[in-house]
């Protein structure tokens, strides 16, 4: 049995729907459709997520509600009409949509969170109703229904264990059972949705609840890719990866498949699927357990990401001094601040942060406090900073990986600021100035796919 996610670009209007079902259609196996919300049609277009935003705003706003309700309601409305599915079945789900500000919520952000949830959920009930006229045996499930319990965090819940033994115990239905992404209830019965894109983190629970063979992710891409094909013209696809050199690439924005998402997949051992719904002929990109994986290659992608920060930290006989580290880590945890990596000397660290979580304000009073409780001969806050990862299960028994990446850098005069290897072996971290990242990655890229050829 297999579970198959199809991402918003494939859910976006009829044609795309069409495409989808004669997917799903093609195979037996697929069992267990997952469903986001409809995605763009076109450059400009509104996601349907975003309008459901705007919808639970002008809710919360007290202001007039009735042409975004219309606006949300064409997009389903224009789909069902494709299938010629009647408006007395169509009407059932626009009563669900302008219902939604009658209900009760807990509070503003279980209000907003509940509204975001609905446009997975009017798309799982519609593509039932299109999958039934075409007189296809298809049920509709919800959360509830499913068991998918959550934590108490509205805008960024967390699957809790029990939902797993609640889809061990789920009696599958025959034909199609088609699920809504993206949210789960609480154990207060109130709606909490996964954070952005999570409909991939539903996807990956039922795969491994039901213990799938497989879970395929269908995007709007042929693949992987072992670069990003807006820094390196036509990069490699990857035919083949490791949940862990997913997890390493994403940290540093490979975005095509949610990095949450692969968790509950290691969990269960389920091999991932990413294909292209507009070419489902192609076999895309499979991410399967490190156990008897054989890297072709040395590496298996690189990629970057500049929204990080660094501080730099100097004082004279630093290593000396009992307790340093822990009263920096207190004042990072008075202001809520999680680190992302510490690279050290003798009397100096550098810290590296997701710059996301600061405000002007925040960094200039903990970069005070460091001061003033620490007493540093130097702290320089560095604004102007990127992380760049190298990373390959080929890399782990591989002399002279860190020569090929650096070689190409020093000759092109850029600057490498931090380098951090991964007790694992199979990731390299370097730092660099942001307007260095693009070039970097690209003779990187050079060097391990191009030169070696």
Not at 101 to 113: E, G
Not at 351 to 369: A, H, L, N, P, Y
Request: glycine share 6%; aromatic share 10%; with cysteine.
């Amino acid at each position: 049995m297999k579970v198959v996610k199809f991402g918003g670009s494939s859910l976006a209007d009829g044609p795309h729907f069409e495409k989808i079902i004669k997917i799903i259609m093609a195979d037996s196996e697929r069992q267990v459709v997952v469903t986001s919300a409809p995605g763009k049609r076109f450059a400009n277009d509104d996601k349907v997520t975003d309008l459901l935003i705007e919808y639970a705003n002008r809710v919360l706003q007290q202001q007039d509600v009735q042409s975004i309700q219309q606006q949300i309601w064409t997009r389903y409305q224009q789909i069902g009409t494709y299938f010629e599915v009647t408006n007395t079945k169509l009407n059932q789900l626009k009563q669900i949509l302008i219902e939604l500000p009658t209900k009760t919520y807990k509070n503003n952000s279980y209000l907003l969170a509940a509204f975001k949830a609905h446009g997975e959920i009017l798309n799982a009930m519609l593509l039932t109703m299109v999958l039934q006229k075409l007189n296809i045996n298809a049920h509709f499930a919800s959360s509830g229904e499913l068991g998918l319990v959550v934590s108490a965090a509205p805008q960024d819940a967390q699957i809790l264990p029990v939902s797993y033994q609640n889809l061990t115990n789920y009696q599958l239905p025959k034909g199609r059972l088609i699920v809504p992404g993206f949210y789960g209830l609480t154990k207060q019965g109130q709606i909490a949705t996964f954070s952005r894109g999570g409909s991939d983190i539903t996807g990956a629970v039922l795969a491994n609840g039901f213990h799938a063979r497989v879970y395929e992710n269908f995007t709007d891409v042929d693949a992987i890719y072992a670069a990003n094909p807006a820094i390196v013209s036509n990069p490699r696809p990857i035919a083949k990866m490791t949940y862990r050199e997913l997890r390493e690439l994403s940290y540093a924005g490979f975005s095509v498949f949610h990095d949450e998402a692969i968790l509950p997949a290691i969990a269960g051992q389920i091999p991932i699927n990413v294909r292209n719904t507009n070419k489902p002929e192609l076999a895309g990109t499979m991410i399967v357990p490190a156990k008897n994986f054989h890297a072709d290659n040395v590496i298996t992608g690189v990629a970057t990401s500049d929204h990080f920060a660094a501080l730099y930290l100097h004082r004279y006989l630093l290593n000396r001094e009992v307790g340093f580290t822990l009263k920096l880590l207190h004042i990072f945890y008075k202001y809520h601040i999680s680190y992302e990596h510490m690279p050290s000397g003798i009397d100096d660290l550098t810290v590296i942060f997701d710059k996301r979580q600061f405000t002007k304000g925040v960094r200039e009073k903990m970069c005070q406090d460091i001061r003033l409780q620490l007493h540093p001969d130097s702290l320089e806050w560095i604004d102007d900073y990127a992380i760049i990862m190298v990373v390959g299960e080929g890399m782990r028994n591989k002399i002279g990986v860190m020569e090929k990446i650096i070689a190409p850098l020093a000759a092109q005069n850029i600057g490498v600021h931090m380098i951090n290897q991964g007790a694992s072996r199979i990731s390299i971290m370097l730092g660099t100035k942001k307007k260095d990242a693009p070039a970097a990655v690209r003779q990187i890229y050079h060097n391990f796919f191009i030169a070696g050829d």
